[in-house]
């Protein structure tokens, strides 16, 4: 009884009343606000797992690796576009010469005429600079090479094959074997020949070191060895790529080609 008084006499704060009744409040708002954060994490991670699907999806349909071909095919069509340009160039180059050799005959015969006078004969069979005699080709050679080039712009690179492996046996020292044998390497790289190719490539490097065809010969070779799988290989015909033509577009590709290296 005196205790049961006592807390009758003694009843408890008013603020401490007010406390209690604030925390019983707040311990289902505390679950309420748990549950909203985890409805709110599910929403956020929604978005990603769906965009972690469609990748799967894309490596499953083999869809990132045709890209990676067509890259391959593109890069090849810009060199073979670059090689119909220079061929252009250097026919443009050889009607020039001809042009001159033309003119300086005729002024030759007009000192002749004029003048009642012998020419030197070493002025009458000078040549004007640009294009030796012996650098000329005859009407056979640059219809053949324009015949197996064309060959191989259509796609048709097994006849592309066979008419420039014809053309270097018939002119292996033509103005035109450089591209020729380069172009033979890039027909059997087209189709699947990776080791045909490679040894093209090489031989057109170690035949024609001079070529605007050498750099990229060196950076098919890189791309060769990485279709055979030999990645030690690849890696050093890139990296001599990326030392000795550096800043420039085939640097660029090799670097990119290094690249997948490392990711394999």
């Known amino acids: 009884m005196n205790k049961l008084h006592a807390s009758r006499r003694h009843p408890?704060?008013?603020?401490?009343?007010?406390?209690?009744?604030?925390l019983s409040a707040l311990l289902p708002a505390s679950q309420c606000w748990a549950q909203a954060g985890a409805v709110v994490t599910q929403q956020q991670l929604q978005p990603i797992e769906m965009r972690l699907d469609r990748v799967e999806r894309l490596f499953d349909s083999g869809v990132l690796t045709e890209m990676l071909q067509s890259v391959d095919l593109l890069q090849?069509?810009?060199?073979?576009?670059?090689?119909?340009?220079?061929?252009?160039?250097?026919?443009?180059?050889?009607?020039r010469s001809r042009q001159r050799d033309q003119l300086r005959g005729i002024d030759d015969r007009l000192a002749l005429v004029e003048g009642g006078a012998g020419v030197p004969a070493e002025a009458a069979e000078?040549?004007?600079p640009g294009v030796s005699a012996d650098e000329l080709p005859d009407a056979e050679e640059q219809d053949a090479y324009q015949d197996a080039f064309e060959r191989l712009m259509a796609g048709d690179y097994a006849e592309a094959i066979v008419r420039l492996e014809a053309f270097l046996e018939r002119h292996p020292a033509g103005v035109y074997s450089a591209n020729a044998l380069f172009w033979l390497a890039e027909a059997k790289y087209a189709g699947g020949d990776f080791e045909g190719a490679l040894t093209d490539y090489r031989a057109m490097r170690m035949h024609?070191?001079?070529?605007?065809?050498?750099p990229d010969a060196l950076l098919k070779i890189g791309y060769s060895h990485f279709e055979l799988g030999d990645a030690a290989a690849a890696?050093?015909?890139?990296?001599?790529?990326?030392?000795?033509?550096?800043?420039t577009t085939l640097s660029r590709l090799a670097q990119d080609r290094l690249r997948r290296l490392e990711g394999r």
């Open 12 to 22: 408890l704060p008013r603020n401490m009343v007010a406390a209690l009744l604030g």
């Open 76 to 95: 090849s069509e810009v060199r073979q576009l670059r090689g119909q340009v220079e061929q252009l160039e250097n026919e443009l180059r050889i009607l």
């Open 126 to 128: 000078e040549r004007a």
């Open 208 to 214: 024609f070191p001079g070529s605007d065809k050498a």
């Open 235 to 247: 890696r050093e015909a890139l990296n001599q790529v990326v030392a000795d033509y550096p800043g």
